[in-house]
């Protein structure tokens, strides 16, 4: 939604140059990671996604690690582009449910 | 195809008031989801429902947050009597069932932004 991340940490990039956003979870059991991102006044939508059976995602220009051993998950977005502007989310799926829990976020700032 | 819609987009009333938002999911989406958005955080669900019935409401409000999907499509979520806190953005999404993951894909709606005075 508007003005969602008024307050989250930012990460500012260069155009062109790679974007790296991470992402810490806190169930060890959690089985299945999605990266979404949000624009002002719109809501999440999903980028990529990472099963636990599974350290690393690639998708056209994001690629998502996925660290069990310390609960950590990366986003990498290759050639940042204006476009790519946003606030960019986690979220950890709970076994078993459809529920997922959603981190704080971050806001990427692409730089002319 | 048509994605998740939400009304109103804006809402601005007075705390004690009351409010309600409605959201059209994807057709054919049978999973519907409620989350609350307040500034500066990730969404937080408040309520799920499968078809018209609840899966989870474990984080809803509930002595003042009520929400309901009649005929299993189109859901309304009210808030009476609305407080300072609940200024936020509420987000309305629908899930399809993947089967590569098998898991959920969700799909969100833009949100209604809610501000209580």
């Known amino acids: 939604g508007e003005n969602v991340g008024l307050h989250l940490p930012t990460l500012s990039v260069q155009e062109g140059d790679n974007s790296i956003i991470n992402c810490a979870y806190s169930?060890?059991?959690?089985?299945?990671f999605i990266w979404y991102k949000q624009e002002s006044g719109k809501g999440p939508q999903f980028i990529i996604d990472?099963?636990?059976?599974?350290d690393k995602r690639q998708g056209q220009r994001v690629t998502v690690l996925l660290n069990k051993t310390v609960k950590h998950l990366s986003l990498q977005i290759a050639a940042t582009q204006p476009g790519d502007s946003a606030v960019y989310f986690c979220?950890?799926?709970?076994?078993?449910?459809?529920?997922?829990?959603f981190g704080t976020g971050t806001r990427l700032k692409v730089l002319a | 195809e048509a994605g998740v819609a939400q009304s109103p987009r804006y809402k601005i009333i007075e705390k004690r008031q009351s409010v309600a938002f409605w959201c059209n999911p994807i057709?054919?989406?049978?999973?519907l989801y409620w989350y609350q958005q307040i500034l500066g955080q990730g969404p937080k669900l408040l309520i799920q429902?499968?078809?018209?019935?609840?899966?989870?409401d474990s984080q809803l409000p509930k002595d003042r947050f009520s929400a309901e999907r009649l005929k299993g499509v189109d859901s309304t979520l009210k808030i009476q009597p609305a407080k300072l806190e609940d200024s936020a953005v509420y987000l309305c999404?629908?899930?399809?069932?993947?089967?590569?993951?098998?898991?959920?894909?969700?799909?969100f709606g833009p949100g209604t932004r809610l501000t209580v005075l």
């Open positions: 999404a629908s899930s399809l069932y993947r089967s590569d993951t098998g898991r959920d894909e969700q799909f």
């Open positions: 429902f499968q078809n018209n019935g609840v899966v989870d």
């Open positions: 979220a950890e799926n709970i076994p078993g449910t459809y529920k997922y829990i």
């Open positions: 057709s054919g989406h049978a999973t």
């Open positions: 169930n060890s059991a959690s089985d299945y």
């Open positions: 990472i099963r636990s059976n599974m």
